[in-house]
């Protein structure tokens, strides 16, 4: 079975330029959901969809972000205009059951941004 | 609100030496608790994760945890480390039965390995 996959691996773009990442759960995972480390400081979360809904993107930083999952199945998540402190490690993740806190979050390999 | 520490950013032991990973963490209601482990160039791996069932957790790859709420402490410790444990090792934690799914990370713990 085919984990979570993540493209690109690395975007290195200039500030005021659009990056697009997209993110493929598992297949059949319901729930999927975006997380950011930025360099040094800890992995936190941006929003979660389940299915095509988001369910919470209470951690998304600004409206620069836009995130969507048409059709419940990949995710792409856009920044526009992108902003020196948007560089980080863009992690995406998917779970099978709905509702639990104990699901496991599989992790994809992240997306490396720099924003020069 | 929930919030986790990992006390080192960097943990170095010798080959076959125990291997302790610290974690506390602070929550308003019961917590869910993790470990991940990420590998270099690869995704976050769950080790293992405490769901109220045992205080005791076992994981993968020789790993074990255990829950200790008087000490809101979730502690990743193995008995004799391998040069294939060298990683970086996330704790993270998430509420009980709200139905909010967000995992909220300490900042993790880089383990070395040495001969």
């Known amino acids: ?116 | 609100a929930q919030s986790v520490t990992q006390l080192g950013s960097h943990v170095s032991v010798s080959e076959g030496a125990l291997v302790l990973l610290r974690c506390n963490y602070s929550s308003s209601v019961p917590p869910y608790l993790f470990w991940y482990v990420q590998y270099p160039n690869q995704g976050l791996q769950l080790l293992l994760k405490y769901t109220s069932a045992a205080t005791l957790v076992k994981g993968i790859n020789g790993f074990e945890a255990e829950f200790k709420k008087s000490e809101t402490s979730f502690h990743l410790t193995k008995p004799s480390a391998h040069m294939s444990d060298a990683a970086e090792y996330f704790c993270a934690v998430t509420p009980m039965n709200t139905g909010f799914q967000k995992l909220v990370f300490g900042t993790g713990t880089r383990l070395l390995v040495s001969p």
Request: contains cysteine; proline residues 4%; hydrophobic residues 30%.
């Open chain 1, 1 to 116: 079975e085919a984990g979570v996959t993540q493209f690109p691996s690395h975007s290195v773009i200039e500030k005021g330029q659009t990056v697009t990442l997209r993110c493929d759960p598992i297949s059949g995972h319901d729930n999927l959901y975006w997380y950011r480390r930025v360099m040094g400081k800890e992995i936190k979360f941006l929003l979660h969809f389940v299915k095509e809904s988001k369910q919470d993107e209470s951690g998304m930083p600004n409206n620069r972000f836009l995130a969507e999952r048409t059709g419940g199945t990949y995710s792409t998540l856009k920044v526009q205009p992108a902003e020196l402190e948007d560089s980080g490690v863009y992690f995406c993740a998917s779970s099978q059951d709905g509702g639990q806190g104990t699901d496991t979050q599989y992790f994809g390999p992240g997306t490396r941004l720099t924003v020069l």
